[in-house]
């Protein structure tokens, strides 16, 4: 329980403590770190799963916006530090 809210919480916080960096090489390494708690509550979210502690339906919901939000984290995480031509 707490470790899975802790995983679900530290996606948010890194993605905001990177945002706040100044390089955005420190922004692209907080992002990697969001995208592994991320991944992290994925793995939280099948054990409660497997051990009957939340509904299978609830899970594949849960974990269907995980997905949803790793692709848009992915895509975010590609598109830091890329110049914009503006020409």
């Known amino acids: 329980g707490k470790q899975l809210i802790r995983a ?3 996606v948010a916080a890194n993605l905001s403590e990177g ?3 100044y390089f955005y090489k420190e922004n692209k390494q ?3 770190y969001s995208r592994g ?3 992290e509550t994925k793995t939280w979210l099948e054990k ?3 051990r009957n502690l939340i ?3 609830d899970y594949q919901s849960l974990n269907s916006e995980l997905e949803i939000i790793a ?3 992915n895509k975010y995480i590609s598109s830091i530090g ?3 031509n503006t020409a």
Do not use: E
Request: overall charge positive; proline content about 0%; charged content about 35%.
């Open 8 to 10: 679900v919480d530290s």
């Open 19 to 21: 945002y706040g960096r």
């Open 48 to 50: 409660a799963k497997n």
């Open 55 to 57: 509904k299978a339906s």
């Open 37 to 39: 708690s991320l991944f």
């Open 82 to 84: 890329k110049k914009i």
């Open 71 to 73: 692709k848009r984290l």
């Open 30 to 32: 907080f992002c990697y």
